[in-house]
């Protein structure tokens, strides 16, 4: 699936190359980290997670095809658009191909990257199963494995789309390398937050989380 062409300025500036920044930190220390979370919980219900992310990949790859799969390309772009506070204009749906156009204001204009980016590693799924299976769903196995079932659908929806051909990167300051790199790392801070999710529940994130404040002290001497 890739967008059409829409004549726009390129988006990307000091606030969205700081939030790249911030999320290579957190992908790299998370993943630095979480041996330790997995240590201290086990590692059943983090396979289960795993195993669950490979069913939605599947599920994902063989049933979000053509004009489904464009849609769900366009809602993220369309979502997160909404979500800072920008007005919709259009929206266009083909087999292969479509665009999402909407208003900014100087104010907004800001998050534009992202909302380049968005159809890559927002998620769309697993955020609301996340949500669903922590208040709704009292067996953990079951929660992670459809939360896994949900990330795997997230990643594969959008590592498809992923390419050089895609205006949402082109337009990016940076080009493709610099989204390449976002999404690599937005991939990997989402999946090793649910891993020491998956081990421990909160107290698992909360312990990956900690670690920041243990390094911080530490460099600053406290």
């Known amino acids: 699936m890739k967008d059409e062409p829409i004549k726009n300025p390129k988006s990307g500036g000091l606030f969205f190359f700081s939030s790249l920044l ?40 063989f049933l ?43 104010d907004t204009a800001r998050y534009n990257a992202f909302i380049s980016l968005a159809p ?20 953990r196995t079951v929660a992670v494995l459809l939360v896994g079932v949900a990330l795997g659908s997230d990643l594969q929806s959008g590592w498809r789309d992923v390419g050089p051909y895609q205006t949402d990167f082109s337009d990016l300051r940076g080009g493709y390398f610099i989204g390449l790199v976002y999404v690599t790392a937005a991939s990997i801070a989402l999946s090793t937050l649910l891993i020491a999710w998956s081990a421990a529940g909160w107290p698992g994130v909360a312990q990956l989380c900690s670690r920041y404040l243990l390094t911080i002290k530490s460099l600053l001497g406290l």
Request: hydrophobic share 50%.
């Open 120 to 139: 890559y590693c927002f998620p769309l799924f697993t955020v609301p199963t996340l949500i669903a299976a922590s208040w709704l769903i009292p067996d």
């Open 64 to 106: 979000f095809r053509a004009h489904f799969a464009t849609f769900l390309h366009e809602l993220k772009h369309a979502v997160v658009s909404n979500l800072v506070g920008n007005k919709a204009k259009e929206m266009k749906i083909r087999r292969n191909s479509g665009h999402f156009q909407y208003e900014y204001t100087k």
């Open 22 to 61: 911030a999320i290579i930190f957190v992908a790299t220390w998370n993943s630095r980290f979480l041996i330790e979370v997995l240590y201290s919980w086990g590692l059943k219900l983090p396979f289960i997670l795993v195993a669950g992310a490979a069913l939605g990949w599947m599920i994902s790859r």
